[in-house]
Nanobody
Framework: QVHLMESGGGSVQAGGSLTLSCAAS????????MAWFRQPPGKEREGVAS????????YYTDSVKGRFTISQDNAKNMVYLQMNSLKPEDTALYYC???????????????????WGQGTQVTVSS
């Protein structure tokens, strides 16, 4: 079992920045890659970014490219999401997720992930 806990959410004005952190514990070595998802109010959960534990180019959904950066510290079992130039449409509950399945560079979907955190709220005001 893998446990994930997000932190770093909050309220910020448009154009501001936030960094989300995800602490992983448990059977970390069973996971292959990590991802961040978000769920705006009344909308579906969408994959924002993913990163393979072994390195390589992270994947970003188009709406956050150039503004968000996913990174990891494998020694500390941490994954981060640096969010810059935030927009009101970035307002959502953000989730950290882990998968034990093969990594394929490209969009990530809920059904590809095996473990989830509780989520952290990000609110961007105009």
């Amino acid at each position: 079992q893998v446990h994930l806990m997000e932190s770093g959410g909050g309220s910020v004005q448009a154009g501001g920045s936030l960094t989300l952190s995800c602490a992983a514990s448990g059977n970390i070595y069973s996971t292959i890659y990590m991802a961040w998802f978000r769920q705006p109010p009344g909308k579906e959960r969408e994959g924002v970014a993913s990163i393979y534990h072994g390195g390589g180019t992270p994947y970003y959904t188009d709406s956050v490219k150039g503004r968000f950066t996913i990174s990891q510290d494998n020694a500390k079992n941490m994954v981060y999401l640096q969010m810059n130039s935030l927009k009101p449409e970035d307002t959502a509950l953000y989730y950290c997720a882990a998968s034990s399945r093969a990594y394929n560079y490209g969009p990530v979907y809920q059904q590809m992930m095996d473990y989830w955190g509780q989520g952290t709220q990000v609110t961007v005001s105009s």
